[in-house]
């Protein structure tokens, strides 16, 4: 199969695009909503709680974004010049820009003939976007679901700015997740791109391993909240020794790896995310155990602390219900690795292998290639790829033979 170039960028996309840039400002105004509610209802620590995480999964975000701004390609970087762009980033609103960035360029994709330079950008700006999107809903959105929950149980009642918020946080975890990994399979040729059937198992598998984890912190939380305060730091470590030693290489230097690490940590704190190529069957096996295994030691610490007056008789058919929702995310993941993963069709099936391997064997995946700028590029030269999610599609699916191309996209750090 030869390499070809981005998909062409249409209506329906920029749609989503828009869709995806408006739910950003939706959910920083819900936050806000959010936070105002309890302020109201006597509980101002819940609302300084609220607004610190949206306050550092924001911040985290902006990092990222003002760094992969450093190092991206002169050819790559916006128009703006280095001061305003920090200002924006300080205010906030770096991501945003990023946003209206590709909107402007998908408009005029969406009504002109594209050349392939410009769909070429178009690819980087849409990676960098889902990449970051992912690492603020897991900083920001799954925080604030468990807050959330854990409020509506203490009070036994939800307000509508709470049920607002617990939807809208935990659609954002879930379609972040599938955002993201459809970003990676937009590497690879359109055989292998994902389906409707794949998305909609790919959601709902990290829809029912999510469940029963937000759960089990909010019953644990009612009895001992400031026991969270020690649980997460001391999780978050184990997380981030473990992310350390499978030695990642995600950043263009060794202070924003770590930076990317300890956001990777928090993101496994909540649910499963590859960071290293090679077999994954043991690391998510292990992951898997020990996030069950600590949801129910969380939960039988709420069973055998709670008092027997407790006025919540629907928490105990809703615990029954936990486990086999987790399960049952269990037996949608390996369905999906089983059957739809792109692995599957590029590999003969041999038993016990995981799919989620990078060795090959008689088939490949072959990857996309996203081209230099013309003037930057040789008649023969190779391509210019988006590092960053290059790196991680790298821990997903098999790569096929692929020349090095002579300038990644965070290279050349300015």
């Known amino acids: 199969m030869a390499a070809r170039g981005p998909a062409r960028f249409g209506p329906w996309q920029w749609l989503l695009a828009a869709a995806g840039a408006a739910a950003a400002v939706w959910d920083a105004g819900a ?20 607004l610190g995480l949206w306050a550092a999964g924001s911040a985290a975000r902006q ?12 050819t790559l970087r916006p128009e703006l010049s280095r001061r305003p762009l920090a200002a924006l980033h300080l205010l906030q609103l770096g991501f945003l820009y990023r946003c209206l960035r590709a909107l402007r360029l998908g408009w005029r994709l969406c009504r002109e003939e594209a050349t392939e330079e410009e769909r070429d950008h178009m690819a980087f700006l849409t990676h960098d976007i889902s ?42 975890v879930t379609w972040s997740l599938l955002d993201y990994h459809q970003s990676l399979r937009s590497f690879l040729q359109d055989k292998y791109e994902m389906g409707w059937g794949s998305s909609v198992i790919y959601f709902l598998w990290n829809l029912f391993l999510l469940c029963p984890r937000i759960l089990a912190l909010a019953l644990f939380a009612l009895l001992w909240p400031y026991g969270v305060a020690v649980h997460f730091p001391l999780v978050w470590l184990a997380m981030f020794i473990w992310v350390s030693l499978q030695g990642t290489d995600f950043m263009e230097s060794p202070g924003p790896e770590q930076l ?26 292990i992951y898997h155990s020990f996030i069950l295994l600590d949801s129910t030691l969380l939960t039988l610490a709420w069973l055998w602390g709670h008092p027997p ?15 086999p929702c987790y399960l049952l995310g269990l037996l949608l993941r390996v369905t999906y690795y089983g ?29 996309r290639s996203i081209s230099e700028p013309s003037e930057l590029r040789s008649v023969s030269g190779p391509d210019l790829v988006n590092s960053r999610l290059r790196c991680l599609a790298r821990s ?13 996209n965070g290279a050349a750090a300015v």
Not at 264 to 271: E, G, K, R
Not at 401 to 407: D, S
Request: proline share 7%; hydrophobic share 45%; net charge neutral.
């Open 396 to 408: 997903h699916f098999p790569l096929s033979a692929l020349a090095e191309p002579r300038l990644l």
């Open 339 to 367: 059957w739809l993963h792109p692995n599957v069709r590029a590999q003969p099936r041999s038993g016990g292998d995981e799919v989620d391997a990078e060795g090959r064997h008689d088939g490949v995946v072959e990857f």
């Open 309 to 323: 007056e407790e006025q919540r008789p629907y928490l105990i058919p809703v615990l029954c219900a936990a486990l």
């Open 63 to 74: 990092a990222c974004s003002w760094l992969w701004f450093r190092s991206d390609p002169s």
């Open 131 to 172: 990449m970051l999107r992912l690492f603020e809903t897991f900083l920001e959105n799954a925080p604030q679901l468990a807050v959330l929950l854990y409020s509506v149980l203490r009070t036994n009642k939800a307000e509508p700015s709470q049920g607002m918020g617990i939807c809208t946080a935990l659609l954002c």
């Open 260 to 285: 990317y690490r300890a956001m990777v940590a928090v993101i496994l704190y909540f649910s499963w995310f590859n960071v290293a190529p090679g077999r994954t069957l043991y690391r998510s096996i």
């Open 31 to 50: 936050d806000v909503w959010v936070a105002v509610g309890y302020a109201r209802a006597g509980q101002p620590g819940c609302a300084a709680l609220g």
